[in-house]
DNA sequence: CTAGGGTTAG
């Protein structure tokens, strides 16, 4: 025709170009025929612009496109919805927009064609308010029942997870094709609904619709998502019999079924035989080694694809950032945060929220709240990361804070949002904020999710909400071993230890198996009741699962045994950890410490700077107490100047009053008062006592009002408050102001707990009250005491009665009843136990004056290690003499 | 002239 000089006709132009679409024809021959077209004057015919444009836009010449529809004028409808559909594909979504705003500003009437395309552009980037409006105007223009609007709608609510919508819409249509099924297989797919998507698969073949390339890629995402390898390698065998294997998402998705079913090795066959230069198949790989941690194998396939010519995209960054971050690489992570800032992908959410999360989570969370800042965008997924992050690292109420924020923005949390900031609640045990976050939970529908449900447990039992906790864990179908662990962590750490060792049996009796966070908190508890026989059990249990090789676990060991005295186990277990933490050596320095042995701590700790391990304020406060058990005066002084000066640390209360018992016990009395007067914080009741308790040794009066006084003021409700006040007048003999005191604390309504000592035998506890005649074997035992008592008079020993407490004590005609309960638990231990082992007495208060120096005979007299735990020290007896040396 | 699919984060 050309040749011939026939004249343009429109109906052959369209055909040529529809011709040239699809065939990979030279751009310069459709050129040819525009240059014709404007030559002959129809360059503002839709005729013949119209099939020009759609070329142009389907063969990704956006520009000529442009240009092409500017020289028309106003086109007809046809024109626009060339137009508009053409950007959007052409990922000029917002473009294509302002053209929908300008056709219908311009008065031209939109058919399902034009809503069709906007509304794909809108569910492209997540303009999701816009297309609900623009369904609205659907609705009234009357095409709520075309097909391609209808499909377009049902992609629209799947996208933006409405799926009830999505289903909705998908249910009132009355014809449905393979498109229908598919949108609605994949929204379903995406949200991890998985049945609902295999059951639509279903019916689609019942329906007679045979699956495409696109059911059957959206299926391998269900599958992969299910891990129903079975499933998917069917699929895999209909894909190959339908010819769809060299389809290039087909392969990706494929890829990912493999992965995502851990089946590596044949995935990994799978990549090296495809051949395309495909992106997708090499971030599935990345996904597939960071799952298994291999951090090697992810970094090779990260510069491999780089040096084949393949950049990174926000795929890649996400997954080899996520890898990173797991194996604790952030020297590495950080190296690919500078590509991505180099290679322009900052500003990603995706890419944004896994760089939140690796610095969130190593601790860097300044780093992460500048990256959380910056993205400005209201993504749950960068939010949760932050929060997290924050709980992680006990910074709680910084994450409170931070879920106020956002509940301010309105921004509605999803499941592990909530679970995160239970999590949170627990770790300050925020009661009321925890119960609003549980409402909110339920109103949201997560009523039986499991991360909310396992995170509430752990909140309501480290609380102290003993049938809140228990009842929600009974909720909680099926349980997995978190669930377990909250329940006994949470009452081990609010000091339930007895509910915590009762639920523990249950989980070993229940068949649940037991991890290093469920034997930490079982030996904890088994710590905090001094159970020395049971912490042994679960010990044995330990070594049997393996757990024993475990930090975590050493280091609650290690503190079970140093609280119930037995020492060289202790550090049996100390010297065994194979991987030794900070926690590990501030344990032992602490056990070392407690029981008097001051250099063997400070030992230690020299060792500990030797190595390198960072010192933090536990450990000094471990180190102090060892020198003031040494009589180390200036060695302590420069210990706690070097916290500051050498560590970075801001000494706390508890490291002055550290402070003021090495002056004190060195008989120092006024310069531990000038110590305490220049504190740049003000003293707390901890300080002021020991400082009290300091002058009652050295019989300071003078100083000891003023403690007395300032303590008083500061804890007028504590009956130690007033005994230590009472004890001190009476060393220094001032009999009416000890009266005074004692009535004083009578007048104000404080009661003086009652003492009381307890020991294990044979697995089971016998406690002891004053002059106690409860015990089967109270006669015995009392006899007992009376043959002890006569061994112990013949080596000097002479009851001390100003330790006495009270007039009622004093007064007893039977002398036997204000026996106090650690000599009655001491002949109780002898009697039971055989005669090589150390006794173990605990005491809930401090052991009197009298008590001290008749174990100290006994000790001798019998010939046995006494190791008393009361109320603020171990004292070791043995041959005579206390550990404590006489001041504590 | 219109609609649908794969890989990434807490």
Not at 447 to 464: K, Q
Request: neutral net charge.
């Amino acid at each position: 025709m050309h040749d011939n000089s026939i004249p343009l006709h429109d109906g052959a132009v369209a055909n040529i170009l529809r011709a040239c679409t699809g065939a990979k024809v030279d751009f310069h021959f459709v050129e040819q025929i525009h240059a014709k077209i404007i030559r002959f004057g129809f360059c503002t015919s839709p005729h013949f612009c119209n099939p020009l444009i759609d070329f142009y836009l389907k063969n990704e010449f956006v520009d000529s496109a442009i240009q092409t529809f500017k020289s028309m004028g106003t086109g007809d409808s046809v024109t626009w919805v060339a137009m508009i559909s053409g950007l959007s594909q052409n990922c000029r979504e917002v473009e294509a927009i302002l053209l929908y705003r300008e056709m219908r500003k311009l008065g031209v009437f939109p058919t399902p064609y034009v809503f069709s395309s906007i509304i794909s552009a809108c569910t492209k980037i997540d303009f999701f308010d816009l297309g609900e409006q623009l369904h609205a105007l659907i609705i009234k223009w009357g095409f709520s029942s075309e097909l391609f609007v209808c499909n377009s709608l049902v992609s629209l609510y799947s996208r933006c997870g409405n799926l009830t919508f999505a289903d909705l819409i998908f249910s009132e249509m009355q014809c449905r094709d393979k498109v229908t099924y598919n949108t609605l297989i994949s929204g379903f797919a995406m949200r991890g609904l998985t049945e609902k998507s295999v059951q639509l698969f279903e019916k689609m073949q019942s329906e007679s619709l045979k699956p495409d390339g696109v059911t059957v890629a959206s299926l391998f995402g269900t599958c992969a998502s299910m891990g129903d390898l079975h499933k998917g390698m069917q699929l895999h065998s209909y894909a190959i019999k339908a010819g769809m294997c060299s389809d290039i998402i087909i392969e990706g998705s494929l890829l990912n079924l493999y992965v995502k079913c851990s089946d590596v090795k044949t995935a990994h066959k799978f990549f090296l035989d495809t051949q395309t230069h495909n992106v997708v198949l090499w971030n599935v790989m990345l996904v597939a080694y960071g799952q298994m941690g291999e951090l090697l194998d992810s970094f090779h396939i990260y510069s491999q694809m780089q040096i084949e010519g393949l950049q990174p995209n926000q795929h890649t960054y996400p997954s080899i950032l996520r890898t990173c971050t797991s194996v604790g690489a952030l020297d590495l992570g950080e190296q690919v945060h500078t590509q991505v800032i180099k290679t322009g992908f900052q500003p990603n959410v995706y890419v944004c929220s896994v760089l939140i999360d690796m610095y969130a989570k190593h601790g860097k969370l300044e780093t992460a709240l500048k990256i959380f800042r910056r993205l400005n965008e209201d993504d749950i997924v960068s939010w949760t990361a932050m929060i997290s992050g924050y709980t992680q690292h006990d910074m709680f109420s910084e994450a409170l804070k931070l879920f106020e924020e956002m509940q301010e923005r309105g921004i509605r949390s999803d499941n592990i949002g909530l679970a995160s900031i239970v999590s949170a609640c627990a770790g300050i045990q925020a009661l009321s904020q925890g119960r609003q976050i549980h409402s909110q939970s339920i109103v949201s529908g997560y009523s039986s999710d499991i991360s909310i449900g396992n995170a509430l447990v752990c909140l309501y039992a480290r609380c102290g909400c003993v049938m809140e906790a228990h009842l929600l864990f009974e909720k909680i179908n099926p349980r997995d071993n978190v669930s377990w662990n909250g329940l006994i962590s949470g009452f081990a750490q609010s000091g339930m230890s007895e509910e915590a060792l009762k639920v523990f049996s249950q989980m070993i009796q229940a068949g649940e198996e037991a991890n290093m966070f469920t034997y930490g908190s079982a030996v904890s508890a088994a710590a905090n009741l001094t159970k020395k026989n049971l912490g042994k059990q679960i010990h044995a249990r330990t070594i049997k699962t393996g757990y024993d090789s475990e930090t975590e676990v050493c280091n609650v060991l290690l503190t079970l045994y140093a609280k119930c005295g037995c020492l060289n186990d202790a550090r049996r277990v100390f010297v065994d950890i194979p991987q030794k933490n900070e926690i590990s050596w501030n344990a032992m320095i602490t056990g070392y410490s407690q029981h008097g042995y001051g250099r063997q701590a400070i030992e230690l700790f020299e060792d500990m700077k030797r190595l390198q391990m960072m010192p933090n304020h536990i450990t000094f406060v471990g180190v102090l107490t060892a020198c003031s058990h040494v009589g180390l005066v200036e060695e302590g002084i420069s210990y706690f100047k070097s916290m500051s000066e050498q560590h970075g640390l801001v000494p706390k209360q508890e490291h002055y009053a550290c402070v003021v018992d090495v002056l004190g016990r060195a008989g120092q009395v006024c310069r531990a008062r000038s110590f305490v007067e220049s504190m740049p914080i003000k003293p707390d009741a901890m300080v002021w006592r020991t400082l009290l308790s300091a002058c009652t040794v050295h019989k300071n009066r003078e100083i000891g009002e003023v403690a007395a006084k300032l303590l008083l003021e500061l804890e007028p409700k504590d009956s130690a408050t007033y005994v230590l006040m009472s004890n001190m007048y009476a060393v220094t003999g001032k009999w009416d102001y000890r009266d005074r005191a004692r009535q004083l604390m009578r007048d104000r309504g404080v009661k003086k707990e009652p003492g009381r000592s307890w020991i294990e035998v044979r697995n089971s506890f016998h406690a002891f009250f004053v002059g106690d005649r409860l015990h089967p074997l109270a006669d015995e035992i009392h006899q007992y005491l009376e043959d002890l008592n006569e061994r112990v008079g013949a080596i000097g020993y002479v009851q001390d009665r100003s330790s006495l407490w009270n007039d009622l004590e004093l007064g007893q005609k039977d002398p036997t009843a204000y026996i106090h309960s650690e000599k009655l638990a001491v002949a109780f231990g002898l009697l039971s136990l055989p005669n090589v082992i150390p006794l173990h007495v605990m005491k809930n208060l401090r052991v009197c004056n009298d008590c001290h120096n008749w174990m100290k005979s006994v000790s001798k007299v019998v010939d046995r290690t006494i190791i008393v735990r009361d109320a603020y020290r171990f004292h070791h007896f043995q041959n005579g003499i206390c550990s404590c040396k006489d001041y504590w």
